[in-house]
């Protein structure tokens, strides 16, 4: 029997102020009502085009240090985007940061989350 997945959590010091900055970048609605998940000050979620992000307070939280192999980034997540240059600066306006800015033109640049989360941007810039 296949199986349905329901979120993509992402551990973090502060769960909201996460949820919120994804909300910036996709858009969607942060800790909607939904009889799945309670929403405090431990979890939040960002419900986005029917898939739904969760936020998980991990108090002891040691975020990835992309990328050092010490501190691996476990996984991460690829947006792709109409307007780059938008989402470039939205990312920055909202507390990420830009890891590589891919100088060699492959396509994407890797940013971080302001948890320290690697994640991509991928379209034409």
């Known amino acids: 029997m296949p199986a349905t997945l329901q979120c993509i959590v992402l551990d973090c010091p502060e769960p ?8 910036a ?3 969607g609605e ?3 009502p939904d009889p799945r998940w309670r929403v405090d000050e431990d979890w939040s979620t960002l419900h986005v085009n029917g898939l739904v992000l969760g936020f998980q307070r991990s ?7 992309w990328p050092d192999p010490a ?12 307007d780059f240059r938008q989402s470039h600066h939205q990312v920055l ?3 990420g940061r830009l890891l590589d800015p891919d100088l060699g033109g ?17 379209g034409d810039y």
């Open 71 to 82: 501190f691996p980034q476990q996984f991460h997540l690829d947006f792709e985007v109409d």
């Open 59 to 65: 108090f002891d939280y040691r975020p990835p240090r």
């Open 25 to 27: 970048l996709l858009g």
């Open 30 to 32: 942060v800790d909607r």
């Open 93 to 95: 306006a909202n507390g």
């Open 106 to 122: 492959r396509g994407w640049r890797v940013y971080a989350d302001p948890a320290g989360h690697p994640f991509c941007l991928l």
């Open 16 to 23: 909201v102020v996460l949820a919120r900055f994804y909300q």
